[in-house]
């Protein structure tokens, strides 16, 4: 099955729904820019609730290395996707490995050095965003990144809902899937009805792709 991260969470309740359906990833975010920002002992307390197995994301934007890293330790996060831009040596800091952002604008995505993509869990496409909170939770082209090979496995978010989601696998192929806003029925509340149409939605894709 094609992986489904589920981000932006904020209550313990989704986080273990989330689980149940089958995710494979949980994101928590740590900026104070998100709508959806939790503090360290709630992100901590959230990650403690995920499955054995479900790997735990932090997601960061203007945070230092030594703050991210003083979170996913308390946190026990399993991975960090940040995003800005990011130097070498702070790569080379982070204490786990990084979901890299490759922001796509209207001339095409804007991807990080390729070295630093060669040491990423994944690369993450996201419609660029203009607030600076992280996602952008719209959609970008999908053509723009269809049928390439970008050397990390490959991960799409921006505005994915359960009406979307099968239509954008079935076009891009992702190893994975990055959904907040598009199963939420408010900004961190995840609505339980989209949640299971969207594990449902990427299950039907993948019945297609084999």
Not at 4 to 30: H, M, P, Q, W, Y
Not at 107 to 123: T, Y
Not at 183 to 204: L, N, W
């Amino acid at each position: 099955m094609t992986d489904v991260k589920i981000c932006g969470l904020t209550r313990e309740g989704d986080v273990v729904l989330a689980c149940e359906l089958g995710a494979s990833l949980v994101g928590f975010n740590f900026s104070s820019l998100s709508p959806r920002a939790v503090d360290l002992e709630t992100g901590a307390q959230l990650a403690r609730s995920a499955a054995a197995g479900t790997l735990r994301v932090g997601v960061f934007v203007r945070e230092n290395v030594e703050r991210i890293s003083e979170i996913v330790a308390a946190a026990g996060l399993d991975f960090v996707q940040i995003h800005r831009s990011l130097r070498e040596e702070e790569v080379e800091s982070l204490p786990v490995p990084m979901i890299a952002v490759a922001p796509v604008g209207e001339n095409g995505p804007r991807l990080p050095p390729q070295a630093l993509v060669a040491r990423s869990r994944a690369l993450l496409f996201d419609r660029a965003s203009t607030d600076g909170a992280g996602g952008s939770g719209r959609p970008f082209d999908w053509n723009a990144i269809a049928g390439r090979s970008f050397g990390a496995p490959v991960f799409v978010a921006g505005g994915l809902t359960p009406e979307t989601v099968g239509a954008a696998i079935r076009r891009i192929r992702p190893d994975g899937v990055d959904v907040a806003s598009g199963v939420e029925s408010r900004p961190g509340v995840k609505d339980p009805e989209r949640m299971q149409r969207f594990f449902a939605e990427v299950r039907a894709a993948d019945r297609d792709r084999q």
